[in-house]
């Protein structure tokens, strides 16, 4: 069975797609290790836990969602496609304007941190030493 759904890929705009509802197939496009998280009642976001860590998607609260995902409706314990009052409201929710400058924030610090964290790789100098000097 095909549902209806969105995917979020990272630096793109979101996409409507109709895909087959199988957890086999969702896995190739997001990744191996699924997590969900309840959007509202009716609605999950499906996403990779062991997505790349610099790989920024999307802000979701003040959390930042890694790689690809995708939102997909539920209803009795299972996959069914989004209504489209549910796509009207997590594309807007989604759209890549609204996240840019948020995402772009994250990543320099990110970047910095992990530049911080190669480059200096510092031991505690005695106060001797520095008088030495």
Sequence with gaps: MKVKGLLVIPGQ????VRIPSNLKFIRRIVG??????TLDEDTILLFDKNAKKDDFNRVLGSHIINGTFFI?????KHRVSLKRKA????TNMFKL???TKRINQYKEEYLIKKFIGDVINYEPIEQEELKAA
């Design 13 to 16: 705009k979101v996409q409507k």
């Design 32 to 37: 191996k290790n699924l997590m969900r998280i």
């Design 72 to 76: 997909i409706g539920v209803k009795n």
């Design 87 to 90: 796509i009207r409201k997590y």
């Design 97 to 99: 304007e609204k996240h």
